[in-house]
Every structure is written in C-alpha cells, then in structure tokens.
C-alpha cells in the first residue's frame, strides 16, 4: 500500500471544491452593526476607530438606509448624550439622544433591518459605571434594576424591537422581560450580554462614547480568566427568559462562545468589539496584515466556534464584499 493513502488535500484542489466543501459561510442577515449617535448637528470621527463616527441624527439616518441596502440584519444603537449625572436620567427621558434617534431611525427604516438598543447606564452616568451608585460607591444591582426597567419601558417606548442587555447586573434580564410584559411590550425581545468579560479591548469605545469612567468594571464584568462562569452566566439568562444571550468579546473568547453555543437553545451571538477592530485596522494600515483577509477571517472564525450572529463594526463593508463575491 502506497502512503499516504488518505489525502485531505484533495478536497482543496480548486476553489470551486474549497467553495463546495466549506463548513460554513457568514450571510449579510447575521450581521449588526454597532451605532453610536451624538447630540449635536455634526458627526464625528472616533480617532482610535478609523472609519467609525459618532453619528448626527441626520447622518445616522443615511447611514442605516446603507445598511439595509448591503443587506446587514440589524444595528445596534448607543447614544452620547451633552449631559450625564449621578443616575443617568437621559437614558430614560424620551427625549434622551438614545430614545430620539432610536424614534427616528425605526421611522426611516421600517421593517428592513433590526433597530437594536444598548440597555446600559455607562453612557449616561456622570461617573461611567453601568448602574448607580450606593453611597460607600459601590455599584448598587438593584437599585440598578430599577433604572434598568424604566430604561426598557423608554427603548421599547421609542420603537427598539430588541433589547440589548449589558450592564451585567443580576436579575437584569428577569427584571426587565418582567416590566415589559406587564406593560403590553410581551413581543419586545431581550438580547442578553450574558458572558460579558472584563475586557482591554474596550478601549477604544470608551472614546467612541466619551465615556467618564474611572477604574474598572471588575465588580460586574467577568474575570478574562473564567470559562465555566461565563457558560453559567448565559445559562442563568436562558433560564431568566433571554431570546437571544451573547458573549463579548469575541476574538479571545472564542472557547467560551463554543461551549454557549453547544449548550445553548437560543440563538447565540457574540460581539467583536472595538478593540479587536481597532487592532487590525491599525496593523493594516502600518501594511503589515492584508486588511480584508484579516476582516473575513476574524469574522469567519467567530461564526465557525458558533455565533449565529455577529456584531461587527465592518458589518456594511463585509456584506458589501459578500455581495460582490456573489455576483
Ligand atoms: C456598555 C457597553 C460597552 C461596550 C458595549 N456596551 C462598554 C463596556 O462595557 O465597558 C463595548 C463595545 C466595544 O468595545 O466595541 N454600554
């Protein structure tokens, strides 16, 4: 007998063959896009994500009628407000700048994507910590609950179809499925950042939401070096009545991604963040990585450990190359 007698390499021949004998694709739908919108006339730039913007109403506006027409899922909205205070009354005042673009942007769009909305108070909060504050500073869960359900009555209020959970408190998706369903928005659905890490690599959205924050969110994030807590904290919101649980980031968790995805019967997702964005669009512009094989390959590898959808910063410009690979 000749070796080798089995050949894997036969399979990877010709592109057509590869084509046909890929696990898997990534499909425009299954992608989000990730909004920040400011108060203010102008948009703009985030220095540490070129490419990405601090959106005006107006030109938050243009950009979801191009995401819809690169044929993206859905996007998911945060807000900088002009003025923050101790209990982050501008995520729940209707006319809060989450709340009026969330308005204006399901009004421009309808049915053609998800208008999504980032369920926090770190946006809003002079002190930049997702919740309030009890008076030795400590990050107060439910007292934070309490804001967290006003702030799903305005979301749901304003038109948000999905609600995106990530303040990591206790209870908060149990609290918040609770208030929605005794006031008529039962069909609103909760996106839960489940396995929600302590991370580094939001370093870069922290400009992009001229966030306050001093310190860390270590009291509520989860330890980088914890698995098993990560699988049991989306278990926990699956159990709480999440549609939808997530993990974030996504590029360094892809293990835990795996094992929520294996353990799951909701639909998993799972968030590229800021950071991982900003890393390889600053290696590609320095020339050193090829910037869209590194683009298709990051997201391709968290749809291959299991997200059913991502949310990525390139959402527009990747299905854009989809589209053309298509055609
Ligand atoms: C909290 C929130 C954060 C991100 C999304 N939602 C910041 C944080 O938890 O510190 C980070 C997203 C990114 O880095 O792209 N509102």
Redesign the pocket.
Known sequence: MTNPVIRPRRLRTSGALRRLASEIRVHPAELVL?MFVREGDDARPITSMPGVVQHSIDSARRAVVEAAEAGIGGIMLFGVPEVRDAIGTGATDPAGILNVATRALVDEIGDALVVQT?L?L??FTDHGH?GVLAADGHVDNDATLERYRDMALAQATAGSALLGL?GMMDGQVAAVRETLDVNGFEDTAVLAYSA?YASA??G??REAVASTLVGD?RTY?LDPANRREGVREAQLDIDEGADIVMVKPAGGYLDVLAEVAAMSDIPVWA?Q???EYAMIEAAAAQGWIDRRRAVEESVLSIRRAGADAVLTYWAVELATWLKEERA
Do not use: A, I, L, M
């Open positions: 990730p980032d926090c770190d946006e997702c990530s929600k690599f939001y870069p959205f969110r994030q968030y963040v800021s950071g």
